[in-house]
């Protein structure tokens, strides 16, 4: 919990981007957006040849399938049957200059990932029953990588942050925070 007053400061171990320095659960970090799934394309290539029993999961925001460097492993994975991979995307719908309809529309979004020949399934993400019942199917289909969209709203229950672009980057001053907290411990 320590951790937490130190987020995205200078010198914290919880960086503005996920970094694998120091933080239990992250094995890899990228700079540039959009390497990351080239990376666990990688990694789990390797498992596969390998015969090992694990998976390789990689995190993504909407605002990274704007790059290149995805779709590259978007069509490679499939191709070589990486039913160890899993690709879970944070679909807010908003990224770091705009909206994804405004920057660079993505839609349709899940038909696009099933083009290229993976397993899509489509989730609240913002319930958690959803999110561990979409993971305890994994793979979705034998011989195809997955992909989990995760529908949600940036900053959700915060009627000051839903779905407001200006908290993408910007953290809240002491009186913003504590209203926040009123806010959440109101949400069901």
């Not at 390998?50 to 999961?57: K, L, M, N, S, Y």
Request: overall charge negative; glycine content about 10%; proline content about 5%.
């Amino acid at each position: 919990m320590e951790w937490l007053d130190t987020f995205y400061q200078n010198g914290g171990r919880l960086a503005g981007h996920a970094t694998h320095s120091g933080v239990p659960g992250v094995e890899f970090s990228t700079g540039s957006l959009g390497h990351g799934l080239s990376v666990a394309t990688g990694m789990a290539l390797t498992g596969k040849r390998d015969g090992a029993p694990w998976r390789v999961f990689a995190l993504l925001s909407d605002g990274e399938c704007d790059e290149g460097s995805t779709w590259e492993p978007a069509l490679f994975a499939p191709h070589h049957r990486l039913d160890n991979l899993v690709a879970i995307i944070d679909y807010n719908k908003i990224q770091s200059l705009g909206h994804t309809k405004e920057v660079l529309d993505l839609d349709p979004f899940a038909e696009k990932w099933r083009a290229f020949g993976w397993a899509v399934q489509e989730i609240d993400g913002h319930d958690m029953s959803k999110i561990i019942a979409a993971l305890t199917t994994i793979p979705f289909t034998q011989g195809k990588p997955s992909c989990l969209i995760a529908h949600t709203v940036k900053g959700k229950g915060v009627s000051f942050m839903e779905d407001k672009l200006l908290w993408h980057y910007r953290n809240p001053s002491t009186e913003e925070y504590q209203a926040a907290i009123i806010e959440i411990e109101k949400m069901p």
